[in-house]
């Protein structure tokens, strides 16, 4: 079945440090790839997305592009804040429906 | 207006009690979810209904049970909780779409003691 793999966390990060989660996926055919951020005490909103292969999402500085022949989808951003102290999630849609397979998740803390 | 909505945001109980979550959506999206996020914030996907009919239905426990009155709304009644119930529950919805994207409620903290 589909899988999801996010490289282990915690991840702490000084403020304008680059970020880099790593993501890696197993899936049949063609899915689609999402980031969602989940900030303390709220639901998961979406970071960004990509829907095929070389693709790549962006928002609010953050990056993340579709490799196929790697199967990843690396969040990445260039200078932290301490805003972006949150869970991370990468996660996958697949042809089986409108659902998605999520990654572990990675917390994220900046320090200032 | 929030566009998913979950009720309520807490809830602590005591083992062998029965208890509901309500959700609804604003969205006039087709499709909702329930997922169980665990105290290792891992999530995992416990029902799908899709225009009121049940189309994702996890290895979870029959003690588990989501009811779909219509395609707003997504109610989960959980009977004789055990330990192992406690967790966070997020309600989302969405089109039926696999490239689209989740909207997430704001999560019930379920603690049974």
């Given at each position: 079945?589909?899988?999801?793999?996010?490289?282990?966390?915690?991840?702490?990060?000084?403020?304008?440090?680059?970020?880099?989660?790593?993501?890696?996926?197993?899936?049949?055919?063609?899915?689609?790839?999402?980031?969602?951020?989940?900030?303390?005490?709220?639901?998961?909103?979406?970071?960004?997305?990509?829907?095929?292969?070389?693709?790549?999402?962006?928002n609010k500085g953050f990056e993340a592009t579709y490799r196929k022949e790697t199967t990843s989808f690396h969040l990445e951003k260039g200078s932290v804040q301490v805003s972006d102290s949150a869970v991370y999630f990468c996660a996958l849609s697949g042809t089986s429906g409108s659902r998605l397979t999520f990654g572990e998740g990675t917390q994220l803390t900046v320090n200032p | 207006d929030t566009a998913v909505s979950?009720?309520?945001?807490?809830?602590?109980?005591?083992?062998?009690?029965?208890?509901?979550?309500?959700?609804?959506?604003?969205?006039?999206?087709?499709?909702?979810?329930?997922?169980?996020?665990?105290?290792?914030?891992?999530?995992?996907?416990?029902?799908?209904?899709?225009?009121?009919?049940?189309?994702?239905?996890?290895?979870?426990?029959?003690?588990?049970?989501?009811?779909?009155?219509?395609?707003?709304?997504?109610?989960?009644?959980?009977?004789?909780?055990?330990?192992?119930?406690?967790?966070?529950?997020?309600?989302?919805?969405?089109?039926?779409?696999?490239?689209?994207?989740?909207?997430?409620?704001?999560?019930?903290?379920?603690?049974?003691?």
């Open positions: 079945g589909d899988s999801v793999t996010q490289m282990e966390g915690p991840v702490t990060l000084s403020e304008e440090a680059f970020l880099t989660i790593n993501c890696t996926y197993t899936a049949t055919g063609y899915p689609s790839l999402f980031w969602y951020v989940q900030y303390p005490g709220e639901g998961l909103q979406l970071l960004l997305k990509a829907t095929k292969a070389d693709d790549k999402g962006s | 979950q009720t309520p945001k807490y809830l602590v109980t005591q083992m062998g009690n029965d208890k509901s979550i309500k959700c609804e959506q604003n969205l006039g999206h087709d499709t909702m979810y329930w997922y169980k996020q665990d105290s290792k914030k891992f999530l995992k996907i416990m029902f799908s209904y899709n225009n009121k009919e049940l189309i994702i239905n996890e290895t979870v426990p029959n003690r588990f049970s989501p009811k779909s009155p219509d395609k707003a709304h997504l109610n989960l009644h959980i009977n004789s909780l055990e330990l192992g119930d406690s967790a966070v529950y997020f309600c989302a919805s969405s089109h039926w779409d696999p490239r689209g994207e989740l909207f997430f409620g704001e999560g019930s903290r379920l603690t049974v003691l």
